[in-house]
């Protein structure tokens, strides 16, 4: 039996009219793996020589151009895959290596790998315990700096 689910046919709908040019043309999976970051970007049928990423303040800007495919006049009967120069931006936040970001482009698919900076790393910091005193087998032994295992 099937229910009617309005909420369910209202985000449908708007789920359409926010798609922006670049979203369905450049459909973009991102996601953090251990100290890195991955954007995988879909540019199928993109002849790679024109694909163009770079990086301004923390602005990463990717171009991309697809080639009509038509030689000579054609009539259209279905025309649904978008051709031109397209380009997406994102905008990176101050934790990432700027200067370590790679691209790789293999079977339609854009690869950048966006390392976590050094400085933006988590790390553990030892804490000593200081001015206390030990007491071994009933006496009490200075006060020196004792490292605090977890």
């Known amino acids: 039996m099937a229910t009617f689910d309005p909420f369910r046919d209202f985000d449908r709908m708007l789920a359409g009219t926010l798609r922006t040019p670049a979203s369905t043309a450049m459909p973009m999976d991102l996601y953090r793996t251990g100290e890195t970051f991955v954007a995988k970007v879909d540019l199928p049928g993109v002849d790679p020589s024109t694909v163009d990423v770079d990086v301004e303040d923390r602005t990463l800007t990717i171009r991309a151009e697809r080639r009509e495919q038509t030689d000579g006049e054609v009539q259209w009967l279905s025309h649904e895959r978008p051709s031109g120069t397209f380009a997406r931006q994102l905008t990176l936040g101050y934790g990432v290596a700027l ?52």
């Open 99 to 150: 200067d370590r970001i790679e691209a790789d482009y293999s079977d339609g698919v854009l690869t950048l790998t966006i390392p976590v900076a050094e400085e933006a790393r988590p790390r553990k910091i030892s804490v000593n315990h200081t001015g206390g005193h030990r007491v071994i087998s009933g006496e009490t032994s200075g006060t020196e700096a004792q490292p605090v295992s977890a």
